[in-house]
């Protein structure tokens, strides 16, 4: 089981790696809360300038927006849908339903909303705590998540910096740790697939009751194809210590 598992993380990240040269591979960041939650506001403090429309009167956000947004030197797609509710007509209805496929695409939903103010995102997806209109409620304690918790203010662009830096670090895959360019992603997510292979191979040999030595094989050719994407360099007495139990033939 351990070895399938391990099989199946190695592709994971070989197709992380490998959706890194598409064009479409920006995370997809919602801003989540309830009408007037603030979420527009802040939407258009994020960007730099004026995209959404904002009024005092809720429900203003139907239809969503979605913008690239650049945070921390990392660039994300930002997207404000309307605002969790009830609907009463068949818009709404579309717009929540809009809302909630958006919600279950997200790398990363913000729940925008001041002081208080909580939503439940309904889907499995990393949240981030956004408190909005902090400048009004400025003595405001977090309470006891606080280091999860971000207070924005469109108004003043107190917490923005800091929202930013927040979105960049959670929406980092563990693929891209590789760091790499689009030539050696390539070499890398090839090496990943060869070790994700060799780990099943290892599993399915266990499970035949094939000799160690069958099993070995697998498991080295496993090791030496992550060797490749990490750079390391294994030495023989670092193999002799892993494969010392085992009696491989030439």
Wanted: glycine share 8%; net charge negative.
């Amino acid at each position: 089981d351990q070895l399938d598992a391990a099989s199946q993380t190695l592709n994971g990240l070989a197709d992380q790696l490998r959706a890194r040269d598409r064009a479409d591979a920006r995370p997809l960041v919602l801003l989540h809360g309830r009408p007037n939650a603030g979420k527009s506001r802040l939407f258009n403090a994020l960007l730099g300038r004026p995209e959404a429309l904002v009024s005092a009167q809720p429900g203003t956000t139907r239809d969503y927006l979605q913008a690239a947004c650049d945070c921390a030197g990392r660039v994300v797609d930002l997207v404000d849908a309307a605002g969790v509710d009830d609907p009463e007509n068949e818009i709404e209805r579309r717009a929540q339903t809009f809302r909630a496929e958006l919600a279950a695409r997200a790398d990363l939903i913000l729940l925008c909303g001041p002081i208080g103010d909580s939503v439940d995102p309904a889907a499995e997806t990393p949240t981030l705590r956004v408190v909005t209109k902090a400048d009004l409620d400025p003595g405001a304690a977090l309470g006891p998540f606080s280091s999860e918790t971000v207070a924005t203010s469109a108004a003043t662009g107190q917490g923005l910096v800091e929202l930013k830096a927040a979105i960049a670090e959670r929406t980092r895959s563990p693929a891209e740790v590789l760091s790499a360019p689009a030539a050696t992603a390539a070499r890398c997510h090839e090496s990943l697939v060869q070790s994700a292979q060799a780990l099943s191979g290892a599993a399915a040999a266990l499970e035949s009751g094939l000799s160690d030595e069958f099993v070995a094989l697998d498991l080295r050719a496993a090791v030496d194809a992550l060797g490749l994407v990490v750079g390391a360099i294994v030495t023989d007495d670092l193999l002799d210590r892993v494969f010392s139990r085992f009696c491989i033939g030439k």
